[in-house]
């Protein structure tokens, strides 16, 4: 018994440390709690054995066994009740991080981690990549074929501009047609290259509702950060004219805005 006790204590203990991304402060004392718990499990093996020979058992010992199964009981219901409900604040900070429709990160988590990662790397001087894209026409086809068309578009670009990406690129939704994502480490003409791989797979992916096949764009503005933009809201300005001019360009393009030069280059499409 006290080997199978041991078994599941341990065993216990390391699903606890498998779950240590969910960075929750009670995991770290029932780890140590439970380490501890086997560690005495075996001091009542000689208690059981004087009491099965009809001997009383030594005080101490049995104080130990008695205080430490006390403890034990009160510290692991309490840890545990504290575990539970922090997982429980943790998914629903999550939740509200995510876009319930599409599953990626919302504007919220965008603007927060965005904020991190630039200054993060403007500390190091290393560049970083803004896109913002915005499908064209969404409206026409939410009017013409239905709000959850309209939704299984969203989604299916969603799932073809992340598959163009890189793992380390942070991809968002801001808010109805309208995306953004953080490309770090990139410079300028990789981050044309990316923009042109998605607009490209998106466009060429005909989207079927009602037996009836629909073909989507995207238009997207690209920025760069630099000694003279450094933090989030600037980039955003810089990549929000850029994608203005891709859609007064004739949309299904890419256009991009340098920092330090006023003058926008732009990709053209036939949409």
């Known amino acids: 018994m006290a080997v199978v006790g041991v078994t599941y204590t341990l065993l216990t ?65 309490y840890l545990f009740g504290n575990l539970a409900s922090e997982r429980l604040i943790h998914w629903h900070r999550k939740e ?22 630039m200054h993060r790397l403007a500390i190091d001087e290393r560049p970083v990549a803004l896109l913002l894209l915005d499908l064209d026409r969404f409206k026409d086809v939410n009017d013409n074929f239905g709000h959850s068309a309209g939704d299984r578009v969203l989604v299916e670009f969603c799932r073809i ?22 490309l770090p480490n990139t410079a300028h003409h990789h981050a044309i290259a990316i923009s042109e791989r998605v607009r490209a797979a998106f466009a060429a992916t005909p989207h079927v509702v009602g037996g009836e096949s629909i073909m989507a764009s995207v238009s997207i503005g690209v920025a760069v950060s630099g000694a003279s933009v450094a933090d989030l809201t600037s980039l955003m300005l810089l990549a929000d004219r850029a994608l203005y001019a891709a859609k007064s360009g004739g949309r299904n393009r890419v256009a991009a805005d340098e920092p330090r030069a006023p003058r926008l280059t732009t990709v053209a499409h036939s949409a």
Request: include cysteine; aromatic fraction near 6%.
């Open 96 to 117: 509200s991080l995510v876009d319930p429709l599409t599953g990626v990160p919302n504007r919220r988590a965008f603007m927060a981690q965005g904020t991190r990662l």
């Open 161 to 182: 501009a992340t598959a163009q990406l890189r793992p380390t690129d942070f991809f968002a939704r801001m808010g109805g047609e309208e995306f953004a994502c953080l």
């Open 13 to 77: 203990v390391r699903e606890l440390w498998r779950g240590r991304r969910e960075l929750l402060i009670s995991r770290w004392p029932i780890i140590l709690v439970l380490i501890a718990h086997a560690a005495a499990i075996p001091a009542r093996i000689p208690l059981v054995g004087a009491l099965a020979a009809g001997q009383p058992p030594a005080t101490a010992l049995l104080t130990f066994v008695l205080l430490e199964s006390l403890v034990i009981s009160m510290c692991g219901a």
